[in-house]
């Protein structure tokens, strides 16, 4: 893959790590500062809205400058959300920091995939994006174990031995941690190569992007393979950031868990992401990608099955299946959205409108789940809600992609029969 391949894998990995280590410590901060219970999945609500409102603009940021600039600038941005973080010391102020991490998150997207279809061939973007997908869920897995040890009172009391200044919780400690690796993936963006694509756009009007995102879109929707595939992999994202505070809730209720432990089983998921990722990079070609369609469906059956168990152990077997299942099918889906957004659009602009849909996704789920806490709903209940609702609409996008191929198959038949006259 060469060394611009792994310096942006390893970018990527500090930034992911970060990322995923400060949500369990924001959750904290929540406590701590005594939030209703419906506030904890609105941190990933804030988390994502800039990807949705800056959607327009984000792709053209990324593609205006080498996307090693747009990565070290957006990660910037992330430090300057996790200063406001440790200086919040209210509800809102937290939920406000945490935001402007998520604009970081925004920016950085569309360059972080865009940059691997101008770096590599079209063969290899299932490689590439099993790998990026590997090791943003090793990060996932190390990020929440992080998290929920540095916020442990063992850990944080070591923590705050030191005796730095303005340092007074665990929470406090564990965000200056967080930032160093932030630091860290910053540093290493100053070293990604410039691919020698020319960065330079031809429109800077920011009504005249919002046009041309509008057009982007509905290329992407409107195109066979593209919709289908975006389809698949809204629905993952959204279902991925439910279910990251489905399993917080569950392993409370049903296993008696903490936060720090119950972070614990989100990095169980990631395990088997990790394992479903590897495999979908080593066995599913980018022409075979629309095969793993199914595997979204057993997905949700799978998820309604948690329910049933009371011990650790059966649970950490069924979470490894859900996430395996999930990393299988989600693998393929991007690298053909990426392979059809580059053809139809450019990188930066596919992967902005891929963020669109698939964050609208996440903020459509998460409020759902947010109304479903408000209203006392039991985490059984939601379970079984959600597991249903993945794979109705798993179904539904199969038979949309049976459609299409019947369709191109009539069409085709058509036109070789006038051919023939």
């Known amino acids: 893959m060469g060394r ?52 327009p603009l984000v792709g053209a940021f990324a593609d205006s400058m080498a996307k090693g600039w747009v990565m070290f600038i957006s990660n910037s941005i992330k430090i300057i959300g996790c200063t406001l973080l440790f200086f919040a010391a209210h509800q809102l102020s937290a939920l406000g920091a945490y935001a402007v991490v ?5 920016a950085y997207s569309p360059a972080k995939y865009g940059i691997l279809t101008e770096l590599l061939p079209p063969e290899k973007l299932v490689i590439a994006n099993g790998w990026m997908e590997g090791l943003t869920v090793a990060s996932i897995i190390l990020g929440t174990v992080i998290g929920g040890l540095l916020i442990t009172p063992s850990v944080a009391s070591v923590l705050l031995t030191a005796n730095l200044p303005l340092i007074n919780t665990a929470v406090d400690a564990s965000i200056i941690v967080i930032m160093l690796f932030y630091i860290i993936a910053a540093i290493t963006n100053l070293f990604i190569p410039d691919t020698g694509i020319d960065h330079r756009i031809l429109k800077k009007n920011p009504i005249f992007l919002f ?89 949700g059956i ?14 950490v077997v069924l979470l490894v299946i859900i996430g ?62 959600f597991g249903l609702f993945v794979s109705t609409t798993m179904i539904m996008v199969r038979k949309w992609h049976l459609s299409n191929q019947s369709k191109q198959d009539s069409l085709h038949l058509i036109g070789t029969q006038k051919r023939q006259f």
Not at 27 to 49: G, Q, R, S, W
Not at 102 to 106: D, H, K, T, V, Y
Not at 350 to 376: H, K, R
Request: glycine share 8%.
């Open 324 to 385: 395996g299942l999930a990393g299988f099918f989600v693998v393929p889906m991007n690298a053909l959205l990426q392979h059809r957004g580059h053809i139809l659009m450019g990188a930066g602009h596919s992967i902005a409108v891929q963020n669109f849909n698939e964050n609208l996704g996440i903020l459509t789920m998460l409020s759902l789940y947010a109304l479903l806490i408000w209203f006392d709903v039991h985490i059984y209940t939601v379970i079984a809600l």
């Open 4 to 55: 611009g391949f792994y310096t942006i894998m390893a970018a990527q990995f500090f930034s992911s790590l970060a990322d995923n280590a400060l949500l369990v410590v924001a959750i904290a901060l929540l406590i701590d500062l005594h939030a209703p219970e419906y506030l904890t999945p609105m941190l990933k609500f804030v988390f994502v809205l800039f990807y949705v409102l800056l959607a």
């Open 211 to 299: 046009h041309d995102f509008v057009r982007c879109v509905k290329l992407l929707w409107f195109d066979k393979l593209g919709q289908i595939s975006l389809a698949v992999t809204t629905l993952f994202w959204g279902a991925g950031a439910t279910l990251q505070f489905i399993v917080l809730k569950w392993a409370e209720v049903a296993l008696g868990y903490a936060l720090n432990k119950a972070a614990l089983l989100q990095g169980v998921v990631a395990v088997g992401i990790a394992l479903g990722s590897v495999l979908a990079a080593k066995l599913v070609s980018l022409r075979r990608s629309l095969d793993v369609i199914p595997l979204g469906i057993v997905m």
């Open 302 to 315: 799978v998820v309604i099955l948690i329910v049933t168990v009371q011990d650790i152990w059966p649970a």
């Open 102 to 106: 998520g604009l970081g998150a925004a």
